[in-house]
């Protein structure tokens, strides 16, 4: 059985950081794109980051220059650095996979075959 966890979040102050991991366990991300996505109480899912399969890495304009996605050595890992954290980020982070090619849009939620159970993140002002 495929799971992604995710974790790393927690509560921080504005301007602090926090990484974020997705362990895929039953799973490698040998040829996937994974995204992080996230959700704000009363807000829609919103894209954060998504790193694909040739390696490329994609942010929303929100996050960049703050934010950094990277694969892990192993083949299981995904991260998402996070740093001068606004309390706009507050949400619950999700991480999501799809095989390359299974998909239109990789911005999309929906598009993904395999997703993690979410994490909190906090920022206080």
């Known amino acids: 059985e495929v799971q992604l966890q995710a974790s790393g979040g927690g509560l921080v102050q504005a301007g602090g950081s926090l990484r974020l991991s997705c362990v895929a366990s039953?799973?490698?991300?040998?040829?996937?794109?994974i995204g992080w996505f996230r959700q704000a109480p009363g807000k829609e899912r919103e894209g954060v980051s998504w790193i694909l399969s040739d390696g490329s890495t994609h942010y929303t304009d929100s996050v960049k220059g703050r934010f950094t996605i990277s694969s892990g050595n192993n083949k299981n890992t995904v991260y998402l650095q996070m740093n001068s954290l606004k309390p706009e980020d507050t949400a619950v982070y999700y991480c999501?996979?799809?095989?390359?090619?299974?998909?239109?849009?990789?911005?999309?939620?929906?598009?993904?075959?395999?997703y993690g159970q979410g994490t909190q993140v906090t920022v206080s002002s």
């Open positions: 039953g799973y490698t991300f040998d040829d996937d794109t």
């Open positions: 999501a996979a799809v095989v390359a090619g299974d998909y239109n849009d990789y911005q999309m939620w929906d598009e993904y075959d395999y």
